[in-house]
């Protein structure tokens, strides 16, 4: 499977639709609607057949994590735990960590990747090249990003690093915080917010991303370019 979680919007056309899963194609599972029985993609959001073929469901933001890295941001935080989880084993501590460390060389099928689409581009960053750096700042569309892996490797953020209209830089520091080097406030990496200095309680906008596994990936999204490669 291509070990993503995505959250989607289920109304289109004025109508909320319901949703169930009927296979899986290079990696991806395949959704259906019931009101069309058109066949979507899980990874992308996107119709591939039916009557809705080339409709895309809109994208909530959302994010893959620990749920101790979730319950220290949102303490209040209820969850549904369902007894049987197929594919379970898949997102563990251990999982993150053997894509972390795989042996460097050109991109490969099973390569874990954190995916960001932008309205024409995508990109992906390789898990076991953003675990050397977990942190990067560069442009995607134009737009001054950045790029965050957390040191356990299961919690990936990408921001846009501008700020009423001023695009700040960045350092991770070694008490696992960002600070900005215009104002030398520190931030949350996992929200996003200003902790302290003169920007506290600003709140980078976060862009949607998804960890997946790269030949699902590639196989929607074959113009992807990959960080850290010539293009």
């Given at each position: 499977?291509?070990?993503?979680?995505?959250?989607?919007?289920?109304?289109?056309?004025?109508?909320?639709?319901?949703?169930?899963?009927?296979?899986?194609?290079?990696?991806?599972?395949?959704?259906?609607?019931?009101?069309?029985?058109?066949?979507?993609?899980?990874?992308?959001?996107?119709?591939?057949?039916?009557?809705?073929?080339?409709?895309?469901?809109?994208?909530?933001?959302?994010t893959m994590t620990t749920w101790a890295q979730w319950k220290a941001l949102h303490p209040e935080t209820t969850v549904y735990v369902k007894?049987?989880?197929?594919?379970?084993?898949?997102?563990?501590?251990?999982?993150?960590?053997?894509?972390?460390?795989?042996?460097?060389?050109?991109?490969?099928?099973?390569?874990l990747i954190v995916g960001l689409e932008g309205h024409v581009e995508a990109r992906a960053y390789l898990l076991r090249r953003l675990?050397?750096?977990r942190f990067v700042e560069e442009r995607f569309e134009g737009a001054p990003i950045a790029v965050y892996l957390s040191k356990d490797f299961s919690t990936a953020r990408v921001y846009d690093r501008q700020i009423d209209g001023r695009a700040l830089s960045f350092r991770l520091t070694e008490d696992e915080q960002l600070e900005d080097a215009e104002t030398g406030s520190r931030w949350n990496p996992i929200s996003g917010e200003a902790l302290s200095g003169p920007l506290?309680?600003?709140?980078?906008?976060?862009?949607?991303?998804?960890?997946?596994?790269?030949?699902?990936?590639?196989?929607?999204?074959?113009?992807?370019t990959i960080h850290g490669e010539s293009e």
């Open positions: 499977m291509d070990h993503s979680g995505v959250v989607y919007a289920r109304e289109f056309d004025g109508k909320k639709h319901n949703f169930g899963v009927v296979g899986v194609d290079e990696g991806t599972l395949i959704m259906y609607d019931e009101e069309t029985q058109s066949r979507w993609s899980q990874l992308f959001g996107k119709a591939v057949s039916g009557k809705m073929k080339g409709a895309a469901l809109e994208k909530l933001p959302s007894r049987s989880v197929p594919y379970s084993s898949r997102f563990t501590k251990e999982t993150f960590e053997k894509a972390a460390k795989m042996a460097p060389g050109p991109v490969r099928g099973n390569d675990a050397d750096e506290q309680g600003k709140k980078l906008q976060s862009l949607i991303s998804t960890f997946a596994v790269w030949f699902a990936w590639e196989h929607y999204r074959p113009d992807t």
